[in-house]
């Protein structure tokens, strides 16, 4: 229950800078209730003192526990492996009473200054479909560089079936490319 996934996720990540890791050669990742986690790492790195990763990915990501872009309910019938009708429940047992609206659980309404580069895959008949597209504007509109590459009528977290969907491949090789392709730090030649 809240907090203490992003409390442990802030200690992961703090004990990769102790190990010795530079921050720049760390990109956070997450899909779904993992990508929200990674969204709250950032927004609480970006308000701090402790150095940024070279960037975050984010599968289908959650970004908003109140559930109210509109795909959550345009996309009910259509969600294969994300039941609309369980959403509640699930935020419920998450949330543990705490106030949904709290930029560290919903990561749409918190703020990103100076964040790195962010990549965004959603599919298009997903619930969290209106999570990725708004989570993508509200970081431009902070003047962060997104991605956001919505993929159409696939499932929930497809990525995860890279073994299986050649879609997943796909966009597991757009990932990698978008990495590889990403801006040089100050300490790289």
Known sequence: PFPAAIEDVAAAYQALLDSGVSAQNIIVGG???????????????CAGSRPLPRAL??????T????????????AAREAVLPAAQAGLMAEMYLAGADPRDPDIS??????PG?????????STEILRDDARRMAAHLRD???RVTLE???????????????????????????RWITQLPPTATES
């Open 31 to 45: 899909d779904s209730a993992g990508g929200a986690l990674a969204f709250n790492l950032l927004s609480r790195l």
């Open 57 to 62: 990915f984010a599968f289908s990501p959650l």
């Open 64 to 75: 908003d526990f109140l559930h109210e872009g509109a795909s959550f309910r345009e996309n």
């Open 107 to 112: 990561p749409l309404l918190a703020t990103y």
């Open 115 to 123: 964040a790195p580069p962010v990549w965004i895959t959603v599919g």
């Open 142 to 144: 902070q003047g962060v």
């Open 150 to 176: 919505e993929a159409h009528d696939l499932l929930h977290v497809w990525p995860i079936f890279h073994n299986t969907l050649p879609e997943a491949r796909v966009t597991l090789d757009a990932l990698a």
